[in-house]
């Protein structure tokens, strides 16, 4: 493969593990391949020192839109440019993957594509399947991220996906666990449970269900907690702590580069996700060997977690179940703790 290029198509760059995973990946792909290119209407968010990996995208922050559509539009216009006037590629399409393919078709490049989320959530109706089912069948392979999520491509689409779990590097989570963690909100804690999530503030990510949890369970449990994330609904979240008079106990706070110190710090994780792919920070936590606590939604956790063996499982967006699981963490801290 070493003759041959490789174009990753991802116009949208978040903070998070899809993030990572894009970086983990294409440094890696250098390895078997002549060239990598990523195109992204998110170019600005890419800083690699890797001289092989090319960036195609607008450069000016003015250009760079918003909008997720604007950005679909934009990276298919640089695909297009790329495909007109370079040789034959290999298209690998990480994010509007409908969109890769018709272009991949029409000009007949090869194309892999990476799902990275169940469909249970965004094929859930007949027609939405039957429009994907049938794009799906024009790639050349298909990657899924966890075994649960292959098993749902089978059923949903008769479809076969290869199994690929997202890419972790364990070495670098514990020596950047090492730094020094400059969130000062767990500070002289002494007998209160200091909780994290970590993630985009969408409703996937479903935060609101942790604070309603703990809202409840203000009288009864000393805690505080820190969501580590940024996105559409970080002013919804806060309201809500600012109605339950939460701002002593709850505090929101921007991605950083380096979440692993606050991780370490915790004495538990929750993720609350509604659906997922495989949730890369909940193999980050189990690095960390943090107690877990977190959502049985399809696809992902379940698998990481074997059934609940190394974390406590509740059901999906059902806030009580969660409540009664942070009161089970808290009332045998130790003995779960040391399973880990």
Known sequence: MQNKEIVIFMP??????VEKNLFIISNYLC????????????????ISKNKKILVYGPSSNFLIPKNRIFKIIISLIYLLFKILFSKKFLILSFQSNIFAIIVSTIFNFKIIIRANSSPTIWAKNK??????????RKADAIIVNSYDLQKEFRKKFKLKSYCIYNPLDRQKILINS???????????????????????LTDQKNQIIILKALANLKDKLSFRFIIMGSGNLKKNLQNYI????????????????????????????ILSSKYEGLPNVL??????????????????????????????????????????????????????????
């Not at 109605?243 to 380096?258: D, G, P, R, V, Y």
């Not at 189990?286 to 977690?305: A, D, F, H, M, Q």
């Not at 999906?316 to 880990?340: G, M, P, V, W």
Request: with cysteine; aromatic share 12%.
């Open 127 to 136: 027609f939405k399947k039957n429009i994907f089912t049938f794009f799906f």
């Open 31 to 46: 390895e078997n391949f002549k060239k990598v290119s990523i195109v992204t209407a998110d170019k600005n968010r890419i």
């Open 178 to 200: 090492k730094k020094k963690n400059y969130e000062s909100f767990f500070d002289n804690c002494k007998n209160v449970l200091k909780i994290v999530n970590i993630g985009r």
């Open 283 to 340: 193999l980050e936590a189990l690095v960390l060997k943090k107690p877990i606590i977190s959502s049985n939604c399809p696809t992902g956790p379940r698998e990481i977690l074997e059934g609940g063996k190394y974390g406590l499982l509740f059901k999906n967006d059902n806030k009580s179940d969660l409540q009664n699981k942070i009161i089970e963490f808290s009332n045998n801290k130790k003995n779960i703790t040391k399973k880990f």
């Open 12 to 17: 949208s760059i978040e903070s998070g593990g």
């Open 242 to 269: 600012d109605q339950k008079n939460l701002n002593e106990n709850i505090k929101i706070i921007n991605f950083k580069k380096n979440p692993f110190p606050l991780l370490k710090s915790a004495d538990l994780f």
